[in-house]
């Protein structure tokens, strides 16, 4: 393999936080990114790389564009002259993520399974599982988020020596030094964003499953029970969804136009801003693998409410020193979430935010990717004709699927 580069780092499209770890594992070894569009359609994000170290198969639309065949033929390609020793996949079900590793298991290179994925996610269905089982005994090492997933990727059949965490993880430092910068600011800053002067900052999609509805009904109690004006804490909900419109309508049911903010979208450099000028945040999903925002809210120092749906809050979440978790079904425990933490004391929460933040930064994932594909080198597990055989048949489904 004379001439190959190291490893291949496969996403659907990368982001600021996709190029802040490309950058940190570079410094440790060769490494190359490759995404399928330099769009996506689930993020606002457009982000071109500068480095040169991010390959595109497809400039200027999302993956979901592109149909299948053109996809693989593009990955098969792209692989073929890159020759890496080992590619790391995103998840076992994209096309994408199928059609790498369906590469790699033909030209035996090691395969790194980067997945978040844990078992609350969804319900869980035996063949579907079983599935998940057949590919996973073809991936040579898993690089995932915590402890969660780790246990689910076990589950499916991977040993515990050949995962490694650090997975999820954003640019510490850009969110240290853009809170520092904005609390510097904050009379000057508050007024030209038009902030309220104290608020609980919530950021995120507006969708189902962030349970925005209940955080609001939550809220409601927690003012309903704060009445001096000076003093409470505003909600201040920051992104876009397809629920916008319903939440807005719910705000103005419980008479709380005053108090609950809607910020709209806000591009990367602008969340240090915000995430500096709030008191907490909060973070009320009904499901959520991780919660990258979670990881944003303690570099910048602030204590955190988090659903203990998140798999963020096992690892990440320290009951009573950096935040609290609840339960996201559970109305009256947020409200008393909300009130424990408003009633705390910010400054020793969010420092311990901020050491818990340093451990979990872009080194770890540098680290975790570097001893994934090691060990994956080390000790292959050659995928079995089974395994090929099922990833072929998910490649023709999803093909039959997007044909539709």
Partial sequence: MTGACSTVLIYDSFGPYHLARLSAVR??????????????SDYSWFTEDSSGFVETLFPGVSSDQISLADLRSAMDSALDRLNPIAVAVPGWSSPAALSALLWAWRHSRTVVLMSDSTALDAPRRAPLEWVKTIIVKGCDAGFVSGSRSADYLASLGMPRDRMFDGYDVVDNEHFVHGASAARKQDERLR???GLP???????????EKKNLGTLMKAYARYASQNTEAERIVHLLIVGEGPLAARLKALRAELNLGDLIHFYGHADYPRLPTLYGLAEGFV?????????????????????????????AAADIVVEGENGFSFSPNDIVGLTKAIEALVSADKNALGLCSRQIANEWGLARFAKGLQHSVDKGIEAPRRAGILTRAVANFLVRFHMRQRDR
């Fill in 197 to 207: 002067p104290r608020y609980l900052l919530f950021v995120g999609r507006l969708m």
């Fill in 283 to 311: 973070l009320p999903s009904m499901v959520e693998q991780w919660g990258l925002v979670v990881n944003e809210a303690i570099a910048s120092g602030l204590p955190v409410l988090v659903s203990n749906r998140a798999g």
């Fill in 27 to 40: 410094s440790m070894m060769d490494v190359t990114g490759l995404e399928v569009g330099s769009l996506s």
């Fill in 191 to 193: 007024g030209q964003l």
